[in-house]
């Protein structure tokens, strides 16, 4: 691996778990720190799953499945933490559209990942 990939993914690893960390704040806490963009809340999970998932396979190309884990680990627990904050709501949909937008996510950066490898 030269310099150049090796700065790119560890970029990548520093975003992908700061990215995480960022989602898990606005998720668990109360209502009033969750941002709004304007957008349906569907399709800002959808994004920041999409983000959060092609940081970590792009972070991570030969752990896969281990990113795969922590994606959509990731998204079904933060779900059902909601479920602790009296202001929030953990819903099943809701945690299915997080892990539809990872998966995304994993696959593009899991290609992105195998071009920078090429």
């Keep these: 691996m ?3 990939s090796h700065a790119i ?3 990548a690893r520093i975003m992908a778990w700061l990215c ?3 989602i898990a704040f606005v998720t668990v806490g109360p209502i009033g ?3 709004e963009t304007g957008v349906s809340p569907q399709l800002e999970r959808l994004v920041a799953f999409a983000v959060v998932g092609a940081l970590f396979a792009a972070a991570y190309p030969r752990h896969i499945l281990l990113a795969a884990l922590v994606v959509i680990g990731a998204a079904i627990v933060l779900e ?4 602790l904050e009296p202001s929030r709501h953990g819903r099943l949909f ?3 559209i997080k892990i539809v937008g990872g998966v995304i996510g994993l696959v593009a950066g899991s290609i992105f990942a195998r071009l920078m490898r090429h």
């Excluded at 059902?80 to 479920?83: P, S, V, Y």
Aim: no cysteine; aromatic share 16%; hydrophobic share 40%.
């Design 2 to 4: 030269d310099f150049q």
């Design 9 to 11: 993914r560890r970029l």
């Design 20 to 22: 995480l960390g960022y």
């Design 33 to 35: 720190v969750r941002p």
């Design 80 to 83: 059902a933490f909601q479920l």
């Design 94 to 96: 809701d945690a299915s």
